[in-house]
């Protein structure tokens, strides 16, 4: 619980003279679930796209379980076991739920360049282990449904899925209960409780409700820079948090 999986040193990103992230520390804990608040524009998926080298640092350095990750590419991360969703649900549509989940799995079972284009009998093997990964998020139901035809708190769902599909050491998620229905936040919640189980989350949350259940530790940014940090209690007791981010007292969606 104690060793450090992703750290950050000084992280600045500079966007023709727009200085979007300011020397940012970060230190997320094996085996914890560290979320990232602050109000809109504080940087907090600029910091995502640092750490998943989706854009590359002005200054600073990444590492990743004690290797230096900086200019590692994307799919290069993901490989390593560092792998990321997005605000906007980004299943396959056209395929079903259980194509989307066998896909993950494809990729990271391939031994050669050409596997993707092996034929559905041969796939068929992954069937069961992907229908595993649909159960523990409880689409087991909705296999054979194409994503497009899922409600959005599924596509969230089967997005996380798919995601730990490709077993990923350190899960970074942003925003995942964004724009689901209230009476599923809970349930996205508990996916994502339980997705941490053996495994590191990381991820950019706006609900407190979710934050103050799920967290065990947060940072709070604001105008790029790190304003507060520590567990949910000393975090929403801060007065500089309260006057920059919560505005006097904790609502529903932060």
Known sequence: ????????????????????????????????????????????????????????????????????????????????????????????????????????????????????????????????????????????????TRASELAYGAKRALELATTLALEPALLLLDEPTAGIAGADVPRIASLIKAAATGRTVLMVEHNLRVVADISDRITVLNRGSVLADGDYLTVSRDPRVVEAYLGGEPDDDG
Request: aromatic share 8%; glycine share 10%; net charge positive.
């Open 1 to 144: 619980m104690s060793e450090c999986i992703l750290e950050a040193r000084g992280l600045s990103k500079d966007f023709g003279g727009f200085e979007a992230l300011r020397n940012v520390d970060l230190r997320v804990m094996r085996g914890t679930i560290h979320v990232l608040i602050g109000p809109n524009g504080a940087g907090k998926t600029t910091l995502f796209n640092l750490l998943t080298r989706f854009a590359a640092p002005t200054s600073g350095s990444v590492r990743f379980m004690g290797q230096d990750v900086t200019r590692l590419s994307p799919a290069r991360l993901a490989r390593a076991g560092m792998v990321r969703s997005f605000q906007i649900s980004s299943t396959f549509g056209t395929l079903t739920a259980l194509e989307n989940v066998r896909g993950a799995l494809q990729r990271r079972c391939r031994t050669d360049s050409f596997a993707f284009w092996r034929t559905d009998r041969s796939l068929a093997s992954l069937d069961e282990q992907a229908l595993k990964y649909l159960a523990s998020v409880g689409l087991a139901p909705h296999a054979g």
